[in-house]
């Protein structure tokens, strides 16, 4: 499934664990907040990341305040708070600013964990391989090795201009969601689903089905920013494995090329 939502005074509602976007298991939204404004945040038996994308708000919970700062999801890398069901956060933003919000059920209690830059670990996927064509960069935020007590997982690519990702074609049980943005607002791109092809343009959504095949490519010129958000299933979370697409997975055999 791909969508291009809108957004309405000041929210773009990406996904909901019900209706046509049920698949996803997750209530996602993006907020854009004005300078002063306040928000709360509250998904009743939820866990919710926050993550910031754009600007600089400061987030209170629990008797505790968090600052997250980011100029730009292209430069800076990214801060997170991320709290147990049932726990209300106030977002106030100190500037223009813009926030990614990611729920999804969730029994167990855990304590508020805010991931700051530092805290989250940044590695470049597929550099040598196929003349680096599709070499990206990654950030893991949230996973099941350092948050184990939850049922999500957080990270972000940054697409190289011109390159492909989420590569070789794979899919996974578990569902998975795509946020995308670009610097430039006439950027694209493509996604590639089973078998067919959509655009993406700058925050355009992709829903990954469990069990259905995934791709992506950036426009050169266009570097492509993604925030990539899975659901863990009852009993079998996602802990970084995939089925490559059987007639594609020879190129995994192929030598690696000078960096």
Not at 12 to 34: C, D, F, H, P
Not at 63 to 80: A, G, I, M, N, Q
Not at 109 to 120: K, L, N, Q, S
Request: charged content about 25%; hydrophobic content about 35%.
């Amino acid at each position: 499934m791909f969508c291009y939502p809108k957004f309405k005074n000041g929210k773009q509602e990406l996904t909901r664990a019900y209706g046509k976007t049920a698949v996803s298991m997750m209530n996602i939204t993006v907020y854009r907040l004005k300078e002063g404004e306040e928000l709360e945040i509250a998904e009743p038996g939820m866990e919710t990341a926050l993550l910031i994308l754009e600007g600089n708000v400061t987030m209170y919970c629990e008797d505790k305040e968090f600052s997250l700062k980011r100029k730009s999801v292209f430069t800076e890398l990214p801060s997170c708070l991320h709290v147990s069901r049932d726990v209300a956060v106030i977002v106030k933003a100190n500037a223009a600013s813009e926030i990614l919000v990611q729920s999804t059920e969730n029994e167990k209690v855990f304590a508020t964990r805010f991931f700051r830059p530092e805290d989250c670990v940044s590695f470049v996927s597929c550099e040598g391989r196929w003349e680096n064509t599709a070499v990206r960069d990654v950030v893991d935020i949230i996973n099941i090795k350092n948050s184990p007590y939850s049922n999500m997982v957080l990270g972000e690519v940054y697409a190289r201009q011109g390159r492909w990702w989420s590569y070789i074609p794979h899919d996974h049980p578990q569902p998975e969601v795509y946020y995308y943005k670009f610097e430039r607002p006439e950027g694209f791109g493509a996604c590639f689903i089973g078998d067919k092809a959509y655009t993406v343009k700058d925050g355009s959504v992709g829903i990954f089905e469990g069990g259905k095949t995934h791709a992506q490519v950036t426009a050169p010129g266009y570097p492509e920013y993604c925030c990539w958000m899975i659901r863990h299933l009852p009993g079998d979370p996602w802990d970084n494995t995939r089925t490559d697409k059987p007639e594609y997975s020879w190129l995994l055999d192929l030598p690696l090329t000078g960096k």
